[in-house]
């Protein structure tokens, strides 16, 4: 059934989603009205949702107000997706919700409880972690083919000057790029973290120009190591957005992911040759758009997506957690973070 929704952000990355993501989920969900606070960033409403300018307003609650819908997407900038779930939740109405859930700790664990309250279905867009190449590294490591997963590392690099982080405060930078990699980083070991310890800093060139790096370690309650490296402050571009490196070591077979193709590579030449390029998992839809179906299953009775509100609050407290490690230079028990919100 033909879902509605109202898009709350459509400037920055909300007019992404207006341009990129909408055409990929209009045979299932159509907007019915926009909102944000900046009455030109309503024009990305105008030309790729194709709302008329009537329907496009600078209040979300006078859009929920004047438009019956069944869910709402929140693309505003994190410290503002608590004001508009409690919109959403006093309008009855479910939530797609971009990450992160919310801009602390203490922010997220407030919008679970109001929402599992109010009984409403909530997803997070963990859309990273759904591109095909990582799907393909976790279904390879899953399947066993390849003997135990022994550790794993990531990369997320840019140039100076490339990114908008640049020149924000280092730990900003776990929240805004590396979430992406620490929730994919969970699907490929199949369990969450048990601790986590981030090393963040900001560096300075002699020109003048700069940027933000970081080296996070995370111990998986499975046992299974995960080393991050991201950097927003170097010569050169490695890995960018969704382009992001995954190696998964395991003991018969290193699988990579690099810049969106996958390799495995075996010391026993089998199952596959020395090195072999290994093909995608095929599927008719990705990241965004394969998220917001299974939201649109779950509220028709399927089963709940992947990062639905109760599995993210892992993904949040993994982020936290490794914010906190970023400030005192100490590891950080994700579990016992978590239990102190809870």
């Known amino acids: 059934m033909m879902k509605r929704y109202i898009q709350v952000g459509t400037g920055g990355f909300g007019r992404y989603w207006c341009r ?12 019915v009205a926009a909102a944000d606070c900046n009455a030109q960033a309503l024009e990305n409403a105008v030309e790729y949702l194709g709302l008329s300018p009537q329907v496009c307003y600078t209040s979300a609650v006078e859009a929920m107000e004047r438009h019956p819908a069944d869910f709402v997407v929140v693309v505003v900038p994190p410290q ?15 939530i797609v919700c971009e990450k992160p859930l919310a801009d602390t700790m203490e922010g997220c664990m407030r919008i679970y409880h109001k929402v599992k309250a ?9 859309s990273h972690r759904f591109e095909v190449e990582k ?3 976790e279904a390879m490591v899953k399947g066993g083919r390849y003997g135990k997963l022994n550790y794993l590392v990531s990369r ?32 490929i070991c199949g369990c969450n973290a048990a601790t986590v310890y981030a090393d ?19 111990v998986m309650e499975n046992g299974v190591r995960c080393s991050f490296e991201e950097s927003f402050g170097n ?12 190696r998964a070591e395991c ?14 590579e075996n010391h026993r030449g089998y199952p596959f040759p020395v090195k072999a390029e290994v093909p995608l998992c095929a599927a008719p839809y990705w990241d965004h758009s394969r998220i917001v179906r299974e939201f649109l299953s779950w509220l028709d009775g399927g089963n709940p997506p992947a990062t639905q509100l109760e599995d993210n609050l892992q993904c949040c407290a993994m982020v936290f957690a490794a914010i906190e490690s970023a400030k005192t230079g100490k590891a950080v028990d994700v579990q016992a973070f978590l239990r102190r919100y809870l």
Not at 200 to 212: A, H, I, L
Not at 235 to 246: G, I, P, V
Request: overall charge negative; glycine content about 12%; hydrophobic content about 40%.
């Open 20 to 31: 990129g993501i909408y055409p990929k989920i209009a045979q299932v969900a159509v907007p």
């Open 80 to 94: 503002f997706h608590e004001e508009i779930i409690d919109a959403a939740i006093a309008h009855g109405l479910d």
């Open 118 to 126: 109010a009984g409403r279905k909530l997803v997070v867009t963990m």
């Open 135 to 137: 799907q393909t590294v």
């Open 156 to 187: 997320l690099t840019m140039k100076r000057g490339d990114q908008q982080l640049g020149d924000r405060d280092s730990t900003q930078m776990i929240s805004g790029g590396l979430i992406h990699n620490l929730d994919t980083a969970r699907g």
């Open 200 to 218: 963040c800093w900001n560096f300075v060139d002699d020109d003048g120009t700069g940027g933000v790096g970081g080296m996070v370690q995370m």
């Open 235 to 246: 010569a050169t571009t490695l890995n960018k957005w969704s382009d992001e490196y995954f």
């Open 251 to 264: 003991a018969d077979g290193t699988i990579v992911a690099d810049n969106r193709k996958v390799t495995v």
